[in-house]
């Protein structure tokens, strides 16, 4: 804290105050400072002051500081298999969830112990691949329960699934729909997780004072990006990812590396963003951190520091100079402390011997219960939370803030912003109108003559194939570039699967269709198909349905692999061998193999745009006259006995073995086959969901 004095020659006395220190007859520095020092330090406490009033305005509707939540964890060990690929006779029977010690074990952290307090910062350090981010995943639930031992506890219980609700974790990397804009990603983030009881207009507000506090207020309406499309800058997207869990009231809040990325002002500026967000609101706050500032690293509370896998230091930020000086290790006064203990544990000598001498120290401990004891604030007669708060059990009645109605409604909001920008692309516009000026120009006014039926009828086929094929490969992708949204959302309870997988069914059909739309309704009467206006509607219906059927084939193999590339594949072989099918290039299939043109889904949708342009009294053709049909082939005209002017389209339904099937059961058949791999799409994302989440 700083007093400012100015006398009348305008030179500026400034003193500091050691405000951590409980009296304030403490070391007072006194120094002379220029009129631009001051002028930083105006800057400085408005700053300051700002960001208090921002603070205390998201407190609003908080129900965090109610809720402060005590973590700690003992004897925690993790470990993987490293066997790459099992044969899939040795998979049998392996169901059991422990991992047996062996050589194909790898311990990525062993026998780890901590606590975090509400209202205190926790910061792990520890060399690159020292187990940081793992040991955070296990304290988000992150990690699922193979291969992992120990005890973890919110107030001193078991967590349960609706605890995720209290807990928040910023990942290293941040996730986002690059096409949102940063004030639409928030303001979703909030609709969804915010309590219910909060008005929409409160949880917007949230928003505001949130993007203010992390200075993001400029950059609200650019959109996030990604590789291909510029948007926000890297810290501006760190600052998002950071803002859209403050945001959402946490009783604890993890992170991974917060300030990478940042410079050293915005870096110092958010830790103590967090920490006022801590103190102020009683939130527990565990980040992991690579080398901060002097001044970063001073405003943690607790520090632990890790070493390949192994606890290294737990206790007091303040002590740990003390600490390492103890074990021989002395940090020069003007070294930054938090450099000078990843310079120790860098060196592998140094690194055996403090993870020793930290063994040695809780030999008696093994689980390090009792350090975690004298650590925590439970166990302390004086805190000011009152035991009865930290032992409330960390669990809420509700599993979703969001009512489902609200779930659907706000994602499936979000997934049309997001989706628009990618299937409405000008390049598909382009596409369409480029394809269906040369189908105009291909097919324009087909006579109706026997001579032009073959065109008529490759036309046809050629645009109900075309529409089939376009939104599977749109489709395939959608869930596999969906699925770490998914699971960082699912993880932190913010909406129901189902939720998410109707709003995508609803947000991405208007989108989907509008192409095949654009194209049909101009090419139809281009081409002078049937000129009956109720056999154009049922001509569109049916290839919009066409179009949303290979959709739903293209979600249930995205859902399915969950791989673009694979998928893309399979969708592929799929599409080519429904349509090699379809009864446009197959007339006669080998005998015995007639029923498998039956699953073939193009086959319905042809069959069901050829008996509406050719199942109608006014489908005639006139006969070919001499000349007019290849050299050899022969006029239908000339078969019968009687001698015919025009050839009626049920005959030439009936010559393409079309008509075998009555229009509604190639319909109903077609809605089945929507429907069904729409509801198998769902299931498999489910299995794979939860398979994700063991
Ligand atoms: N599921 C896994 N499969 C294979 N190796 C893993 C897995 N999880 C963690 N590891 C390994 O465990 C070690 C610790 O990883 P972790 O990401 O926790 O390190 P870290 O300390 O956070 O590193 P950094 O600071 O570089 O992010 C690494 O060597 C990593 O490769």
Redesign the pocket.
Known sequence: MEQIKNDQTGTVTVTEVDSSSSSMSTAMNEKTLTRDDINDLVTQLERSTKRAELIQSTEKGSTSAKNPVYVEWHGINYS?STENKKSWLNKFGDSDSKLETGKNVRN?IENIHGCANPGEVLAIM?P???????LLNLLGDRVGSKGVQGTLALNGHKPTKNSKRFIAYCT?DDIFFPQLTVKETLSYTARLRLPREMSRHDKLNQVENTMALLNLTKCADTIIGDQRTRGVSGGERKRANIASELLTDPSVILLDEPTSGLDSSLALELTKILKEFAVKQKKTIIM?I?QPSSQVFESFDKLMLMADGHMVYFGERADVVNYLADQGFKCHPNFNPADYILELLNDNTIKQKLISAYAHKVRDDPTGKQIVEKYSLRSRTDNQLGNNVLNAPVTSERRWEATFLQQVSVLTERTFKQSRKVILSRVNLYQTIALAIICIVIWLQIPFAESNISDRVGSIFFCGVFWSFHPMIGAVSSFPLDLVMLSKERQSRSYRLLSYYLSKQIAELPLVILSPLIFTIPVYWASNLLPDFGRFIAYLVVILLGTVTSQSFGYFFGATLLNVQKSMIVSMVFMLASMLLGGFYIKHLPTGLNWIKYLSFIKYSYSLLMQIQFDSPKAQFRCAGPGELPAGQTSMCDIGDSPMSSISGISILNSEGLNDLPWYVNLIVLLGFCIVARILAYYSLRKNSRRNKE
Do not use: N, R
């Open positions: 993987i990525i520890g690159s691949g020292c187990g940081k981010t793992t290293q992991v690579h």
